[in-house]
């Protein structure tokens, strides 16, 4: 059971440094992250797409908190200087033993990935039986990273999908409600079709104009997350392998991906199988001519600076 003082850490932590705010969203996002820590509990999780690890806080006390990344995302993220323990293709071969985890997180990741129904079938092979999968994805969220964005799926393709790889106990809920999604839109539709078209005066009136009614319907809106939501930013779900987690024992880093981790097909050219015997995960070659085919730098990243959080 997590302590105040420790949710009271995560809490800060997630407000202040992640910038999530506090309304229905944040807290939406915020209580998944500590299930999913709190269900992990003394077993593996695998942050599947850890870009930046940014909810490494939460996992870090709780559980053997591991990590995946796709090398060429590593090169066009600058993310040279964060240790993963994994690199690879989560749509292709996850370089992980069946049955291994307690727990797949997967956030802001799903609708990078162009087979998404080939990750939620290895998710699947990978977590033990009774082992859960918590995935955030966009639903109205506007298009980034580009061109690696191929989906926003609805609730139902969610569902079928896990359903399809053989998930259960498939719960999917709404992050946000239908207005907090609708007035995201407005402000990012004002600077994007006025602001960044050179209009500057009139996305500066109507901006004016307009902000009293946004605050209020954002602050109305932050609470009304129910059954009339229909679009909302994005899904929280949570699927299970059929079956009962049996006792947790994850041991340590380098005992478990000893025992689990299993060699990858490379990733393109980008990556180098470890020279060292046995498992020690793959390093990436820092190659940003051929990486260049997979990631772009991200360039939406200015156009979406709104106060949307980031998914
Ligand atoms: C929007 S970021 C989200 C990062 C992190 N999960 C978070 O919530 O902060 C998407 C991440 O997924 C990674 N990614 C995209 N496609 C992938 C793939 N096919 N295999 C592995 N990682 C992938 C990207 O490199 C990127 O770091």
């Known amino acids: 059971m997590a302590t105040d003082a420790r949710i009271e850490r995560l809490r800060e932590y997630f407000v202040d440094e992640l910038s999530?705010?506090?309304?229905?969203?944040?807290?939406?996002?915020?209580?998944?992250?500590?299930?999913?820590?709190?269900?992990?509990?003394?077993?593996?999780?695998?942050?599947?797409?850890?870009?930046?690890?940014?909810?490494?806080?939460?996992?870090?006390?709780?559980?053997?908190?591991?990590?995946?990344?796709?090398?060429?995302?590593?090169?066009?993220?600058r993310m040279g200087a964060i240790d993963y323990d994994l690199l690879g293709e989560l749509d292709g071969d996850i370089p992980l033993a069946d049955g291994c985890l307690h727990g797949v997180v997967n956030t802001s990741v799903l609708e990078h990935l162009r087979h998404p129904e080939r990750f939620l079938a290895e998710a699947h092979r990978i977590l033990r039986p009774g082992g859960r999968l918590y995935t955030h994805v966009p639903f109205t969220y506007p298009e980034h990273e580009e061109p690696f964005d191929f989906q926003r799926p609805t609730s139902y393709a969610l569902r079928s999908w896990l359903a399809e790889a053989g998930f259960v106990d498939v719960e999917i809920v709404p992050d946000s409600s239908n207005l907090t999604a609708a007035v995201s839109f407005v402000e990012d539709a004002l600077r994007w079709d006025l602001g960044d078209t050179g209009h500057h005066g009139e996305h500066r009136r109507l901006s004016e104009l307009t902000a009293p009614v946004l605050a209020e319907l954002r602050r109305v809106g932050a609470d009304l997350v129910g059954p009339g939501t229909r679009f909302p930013v994005g899904w929280l779900a949570v699927a299970s392998v059929p079956g009962t987690l049996g006792p947790a024992e994850a041991g340590s880093r380098s005992d478990f991906l000893a025992r689990y981790g299993r060699r990858a097909e490379p990733v393109g050219e980008l990556c180098q199988p470890s020279t060292v015997d046995g498992f020690d995960g793959f390093t990436p070659t820092a190659s940003t001519t051929s990486s260049s085919m997979w990631i772009r730098p991200d360039a939406s990243a200015d156009r979406t600076t709104s106060t949307r959080s980031r998914l």
Do not use: M, N
Request: include cysteine.
């Open 20 to 77: 999530w705010g506090w309304g229905h969203q944040a807290r939406a996002v915020f209580s998944f992250l500590l299930d999913a820590a709190e269900d992990c509990r003394g077993g593996a999780v695998l942050d599947a797409g850890a870009g930046h690890q940014r909810y490494r806080p939460f996992f870090d006390d709780e559980c053997l908190y591991l990590t995946l990344e796709h090398p060429a995302g590593i090169d066009h993220k």
